[in-house]
């Protein structure tokens, strides 16, 4: 097992850069990259994972090249070590011997443990910066963070430029995707009323129409580097984004949970593109910059590989300081692409700026802990474990735009990061906004139901609108509008709604019983938030499109009575109910996936709104990391401006199951 580990590890190696060493080290050096890339495991540029992760949080191992790793060679540049030929020799406590150089440059990069029998020195090597006669020393383990941390910029503009930004077409919302080159909707928007329709001798008030969306697209993502078995990917299929990931390092982090975090970020810099730009920021105590927003080129994912591996635990968890080096990365850049996000995740409460620890704490308090500036970009929060803070973790989201993820089972962190940056990497519709009036003078709108959406509506009531914000492939929307219709016996036929999209290309009742349960569950009453899931789950099953298979209605009957069941006393719903619930509500008001319990496993039954580009990722990640063939979800079809009533309008089909974004059938 130990030499399946080294192997694993060494496809992750990455080799100095041009600033790290003499000429005919770094010829040397490719030379060996050259012969690594050539195996199986490196084959197509991709990194190879390990299939188990150790509780270790050290750094990366170099491979042993069988007789290369003699005395007489050096184990980094494979060059001969004689002695006497200009180059100082440096021999470890373990007795392994190498070019001082190149094992200084080693050290510098993090790697504190022998890249031969693994033994961790005491003692490191390292050039002085500051000393040009190039005098050579040992320093200390504990002092190498010091030494070899960067001072960080007051202005973080120090990101790497961005080029060849795609054009983005404003207002139109077109694709030209058809033979003949002519502009092609980008969204599909229908409307479909209560019901097909009323007696016009009498007034309606409350009359329901839903508005459908979804996004149109044909085209597939590039997702970095390709594996084998999937097809290529197209570079310009997407908006490059800026992502930036803050992540909990403090000693609870120890051990197996840090492991599985540097795998997770190794599978999301691995499926990052060159114009994508990623930068890591890490707390404990204290927050820090890992690295500027850079590229992710072939030298960009080495030298992001790297510093992630060589992350360590240890200290308090200031999530609030993460928060905010997070943000200002985000705001003080001097280039944008065009999508941003941030990934947060924490495995507990903030132990620096909330006054007590365990349970939720006020609005006013998580507030503080946002920065003052406000989240521009979308916050997608995963709480690791179950000793998190999710109702801080649920706040953040919720005020940035971004979804909540509760990894229950620590090993699926993989599967979690994938599914969210699967949706971040297919963004083709920004900024989008859904207005609507009433096409009948006599008619006005009541109300407007769209979840966490910002709305907005006239006082005249006749227009409304939708903030909808950025849309990945493929995902779909459904809003509730009611009008009040009058008596109006002068016409057949009445005309509802007029609607317009505006933006730039690159429902139901159960999310309000579940908020009205989790409201019951923190004053205590957990019988009551029980009862009240147990009613709207037998309601919910006695509908005609429960009973007729609909699978939407079938997962979110398998979530209602597995909120049940996390709320079954105090202690269950503290250790792990609350965050499920913030999470699905997080899902349902966003209508957009989040990871919670089961939800990323192709046979669960909770699954809502993941997109084909969010499938693909996770089979990514679990044909990756479990040596398995997940059977790909097959494809889905497609749902049927002015709406009318008395006209029919044809109804939507139900996708497959494992499309994970069954929608309801309007009726």
């Known amino acids: 097992m130990g030499s399946k580990w080294r192997k ?22 490719d030379a060996a990259m050259r012969s690594r890339s050539a195996s199986p495991a490196a ?5 190879s994972m390990p299939k188990t992760p150790t509780p270790s949080s050290s750094g990366l191992l170099l491979p042993k090249h069988g007789t290369k790793s003699s005395k007489r060679t050096c184990a980094i540049c494979l060059n001969n070590m004689k002695p006497g030929q200009g180059h100082a020799i440096f021999t470890a406590e373990c007795s392994h011997s190498f070019h001082f150089h190149c094992i200084a440059s ?97 007034s309606h008030n409350n009359f329901t ?37 803050v992540l909990d ?6 051990g197996t949970k840090l492991a599985l975090l540097k795998r997770a970020m190794g599978f999301v810099i691995q499926n990052l593109g060159p114009c994508d730009r990623l930068s890591v920021i890490t707390f404990s105590s204290t927050a820090q910059r890992l690295f500027p927003l850079c590229r992710m080129t072939d030298t960009g994912r080495q030298e992001a590989i790297q510093a992630v591996n060589c992350l360590t635990s240890n200290g308090g968890t200031n999530i609030a300081d993460g928060l905010r080096k997070g943000a200002k990365v985000m705001t003080d850049r001097k280039w944008k692409n065009p999508v941003g996000g941030m990934i947060l995740l924490s495995d507990g409460q903030d132990t620096y700026n909330l006054s007590s620890q365990g349970g939720p704490h006020s609005r006013s308090e998580y507030q503080s802990l946002v920065p003052s500036t406000g989240l521009l970009i979308p916050v997608h929060a995963f709480g ?36 969210c940056i699967g949706g971040l990497l297919s963004v083709v519709v920004q900024e989008l906004q859904v207005e609507f009036e009433c096409a009948h003078p006599r008619l006005q709108l009541g109300s407007i139901k769209a979840g966490s959406y910002k709305t907005s509506l006239m006082p005249d009531s006749r227009l409304g609108s939708i903030g909808v914000g950025d849309l990945y492939a493929e995902e779909e929307r459904d809003f509730l509008v009611t009008v009040d219709i009058p008596v109006d016996a002068s016409c057949e036929e009445m005309p509802l709604l007029k609607w317009r999209l505006t933006g730039s290309e690159t429902g139901s009742e159960q999310p309000e019983a579940m908020e009205e349960a989790r409201s019951a569950a923190e004053r205590g009453n957990l019988g009551n938030a029980v009862n009240i899931l147990k009613s709207c789950r037998e309601a919910l099953l006695e509908t005609v ?3 007729s298979g609909d699978q939407l209605c079938a997962a979110l009957a398998a979530e209602l009575k597995e909120m049940q069941e996390r709320m079954a006393n105090q202690r269950v719903y503290e250790s792990s109910g609350r965050a499920y619930v913030l999470s699905g509500l997080s899902s349902h008001m966003w209508q957009r996936a989040t990871a919670r319990g089961d939800s ?65 059938q309007p009726r």
């Open 8 to 29: 694993a590890l060494s496809c992750l190696s990455v080799p100095r850069t041009a600033d790290d060493s003499p000429p005919y080290a770094r010829r040397s050096s």
């Open 43 to 47: 084959s197509g540029g991709n990194f």
């Open 106 to 202: 080693n050290v510098k990069h993090g790697n504190q443990i022998c890249p031969i029998c693994r033994a961790e020195w005491k003692e490191l090597p390292f050039h002085n910066p500051s000393d040009h006669s190039r005098e050579r020393a040992r320093i200390p383990i504990g002092m190498f963070h010091q030494i070899f941390m960067p001072a960080e910029p007051n202005v973080f503009d120090d990101d790497e430029r961005v080029d060849n930004l795609p054009e983005i077409t404003e207002r139109g919302l077109l694709h030209k995707d058809d033979a003949d080159g002519h502009p092609v909707r980008a969204i599909d928007v229908k409307t479909y009323p209560e019901v097909s329709a009323v007696s016009r001798l009498a």
């Open 209 to 245: 129409i839903l508005i459908h969306l979804k996004v149109l697209t044909s085209r597939r993502n590039n997702f970095g580097a390709n594996e084998a078995n999937l097809p290529p990917i197209s570079q310009n299929s997407r908006a490059p984004v800026d992502l930036v990931t």
């Open 249 to 254: 390092t403090s000693g609870s982090m120890a």
């Open 384 to 419: 690791f474990g179950e000793d998190h803070d999710a109702s801080l973790m649920h706040y953040i989201s919720e005020n940035s735009g971004g979804t909540f993820s509760f990894i229950e089972a620590e090993d699926v962190i993989q599967d979690a990061f994938a599914q």
């Open 545 to 547: 499109s429960a009973q």
């Open 600 to 664: 990323t496993n192709f046979t669960s039954l909770v699954q809502a709104y993941q997109t084909q580009s969010m499938v693909d990722m996770v089979t990514r990640s679990q044909t990756l990391c479990l040596g398995s063939s997940t059977p790909k979800p097959s494809a889905r079809p497609a749902r049927s401006q002015t709406m009318c009533l008395g006209s029919s309008s044809p109804q939507p089909s139900v996708r497959p199951a494992l499309s994970f974004s069954a929608r309801p």
